[in-house]
């Protein structure tokens, strides 16, 4: 065979009948045999399709695609429902980058916007003008789990003809599926739960044929999409993703009990406590467990600084959704941009705490905490 052969050395997929798709790298395919051209920011990869599909079973929805990060999900879902004169609905509890996107970009484009607190459906409903085409949520939300009614939004969405949008970044489709509460579009911050090992970022969106044919028609001109390697560890990430997220749900239901019994800590931030403001609501939605991101607050005067330099195992980082347990001040971290006075109206303060709860042994993690404790 001539040197000039070896481009042709390609084994074919049907030939094998293995149980992972192959990672699928070529950005340049044969076009005349076929109806359909491959190409990655086509979002038609074998690798970006298997997981549209798997993320969609999981959701509950007809349509998944994913993109090369959360807020390439979440900006290319908004824009492809809302042109120039239209108006968004948003709960003001969302993440940091969403709400930023919000400020920085609808103005542009002459698209107007309200916040309003996510766990009162009805401040939603009032502020429904003809104009309006999307309502945007988040539950639970960060940092604060603070907990939204998805039925009662969903159905007032689609009362007045609006399209409705959650971000399940924090539940994960183990613990909550908004679609069949009558959600139209779900979006992911992938990074987090999905991928589950802190080591790649990547957004997906769900939701019906219909839908999913605008926003991939969007998609194709943001050209938000994501390359093959990190689309292997994506599927192969999803392969344990009901057995990280029931182990974290079980972790963190246990630290937040342990947590609320300690003298040091003035609150404690968990969907699943009977003592949290949306815990009957959470019950009702989070149908596989209530997740495992918690919050609490130290005693006033105690130093926040302090706990953090003491812990030995809980690492002190930013992101979430992974196996390690680590945690964050908001006030330094997710919140350092927002002013003082909102923040602290919120309940931000700076002896505030959020903890991504790992699938670590959960003694090993309360030991680290409590010792930490017992030493400020
Ligand atoms: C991290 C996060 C995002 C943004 O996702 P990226 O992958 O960082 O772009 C969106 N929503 C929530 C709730 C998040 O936690």
């Not at 065979?1 to 992972?20: D, F, L, P």
């Not at 959701?59 to 990060?69: N, P, R, V």
């Not at 908004?178 to 090992?197: A, E, N, R």
């Not at 003491?310 to 992974?322: K, Y």
Request: with cysteine; charged share 20%.
């Amino acid at each position: 065979m001539s040197k000039s052969k070896a481009s042709q050395c390609v084994i074919t997929v049907e030939k094998y009948q293995g149980v992972n798709t192959p990672i699928f790298t070529s950005t340049a395919n044969r076009y005349r045999e076929y109806d359909d051209t491959v190409y990655p920011r086509y979002y038609n990869t074998l690798n970006q399709k298997a997981i549209g599909n798997k993320l969609a079973a999981l959701e509950g929805g007809e349509f998944g695609m994913i993109f090369s990060s959360g807020m390439a999900a979440i900006s290319t879902a908004i824009f492809s429902q809302v042109k120039s004169g239209d108006h968004i609905i948003i709960s003001s509890e969302i993440y940091g980058g969403t709400h930023k996107l919000i400020l920085s970009e609808l103005e542009k484009f002459q698209i107007s916007y309200d916040f309003v607190s996510g766990n009162d459906p009805d401040g939603f409903e009032r502020l429904i003008s003809e104009n309006t085409k999307v309502i945007y949520t988040e539950t639970p939300s960060n940092p604060l789990l603070t907990i939204v009614d998805l039925k009662a939004l969903a159905d007032i969405a689609k009362k007045h003809g609006v399209i409705s949008i959650v971000d399940n970044t924090f539940a994960s489709p183990i613990n909550q599926n908004p679609i069949l509460l009558g959600f139209d579009i779900v979006t992911h911050s992938g990074t987090k739960y999905l991928s589950g090992h802190s080591d790649l970022c990547f957004g997906a969106v769900i939701t019906n044929n219909h839908l999913g044919k605008q926003i991939y028609e969007c998609a194709l001109n943001y050209g938000g999409s994501l390359n093959a390697l990190d689309n292997y560890l994506i599927d192969r990430s999803i392969k344990t993703l009901a057995v990280r997220v029931e182990r974290q749900n079980e972790n963190a239901s246990k630290l937040a009990e342990l947590l609320h019994s300690s003298s040091q800590i003035k609150k404690v931030y968990y969907p699943g406590l009977t003592n949290h403001p949306g815990h009957e609501i959470a019950k009702k939605q989070m149908i596989g467990g209530f997740g495992g991101m918690l919050s609490f607050e130290l005693n006033d005067n105690l130093d926040t600084e302090k706990f953090l330099d003491t812990l030995e195992m809980v690492i002190p980082a930013v992101s979430l959704g992974g196996v390690e347990t680590i945690i964050c001040q908001p006030s330094k971290t997710s919140h350092i941009k927002m002013p003082v006075a909102d923040r602290l109206k919120m309940g931000i303060t700076d002896n505030l705490l959020r903890l991504s709860v790992g699938i670590e042994d959960v003694n090993d993690i309360w030991k680290d905490l409590h010792r930490a404790l017992e030493k400020l």
